[in-house]
């Protein structure tokens, strides 16, 4: 399977996150494996869209985080693999403000490493598809898409209205 991230803001608006359902669903019938961090909001849109648990990883900044639960198939304690200390490493690299940053938020960016690069944080998403408002590398999802561009992968942000209008093309024909 080919690895992409689902990610986005929680507050994306409701009709993306029709069409983020949407996309990951087509993604997943063309063989593609869902990278997500488990969040309200976008996260769990794309994650709605997968029908085979085996066809995501849903990376948690704990044993639990949103209702789901490390251990169930496809929902992974980032916390627990051997490169965690790797993905919290690119906080400082990456996070404008890592100094800033309480424990448990500095675990949400670390997972988003993994999200981006994989649990052993060497394989990297064949792309990242988000939602930010206005296409802006912003909030949360921002720490994913600054790695997303130190590491030259391709950034679908359907804030942007060009790049919406492409996956709808893409899923609806």
Known sequence: MVPYAGIGARAT???????MKDL????E??????????????????EAGVTNPGNKQIYLPGRSFNQRFAGQQGIIDATRLPNWQQAIQTVNQFHPAPGRLSDFARNLMARNAMQVLGG?????????????PG?????????????????????????DQRVLDNVQRFIYG
């Open 13 to 19: 608006p409701d009709y993306i996150l029709n069409i």
């Open 24 to 27: 990951a669903s087509k993604l």
């Open 29 to 46: 019938g063309q063989g593609y494996l869902l990278r997500s961090g488990g969040a309200k909001g976008a996260d769990a849109a794309f």
């Open 120 to 132: 052993q944080m060497n394989e990297p998403a064949k792309m990242v598809v988000a939602w930010t």
């Open 135 to 159: 296409g802006q590398i912003t909030g949360g999802t921002g720490q994913a898409l600054r790695m997303a561009n130190a590491y030259q992968i391709p950034i679908r942000n359907l804030g």
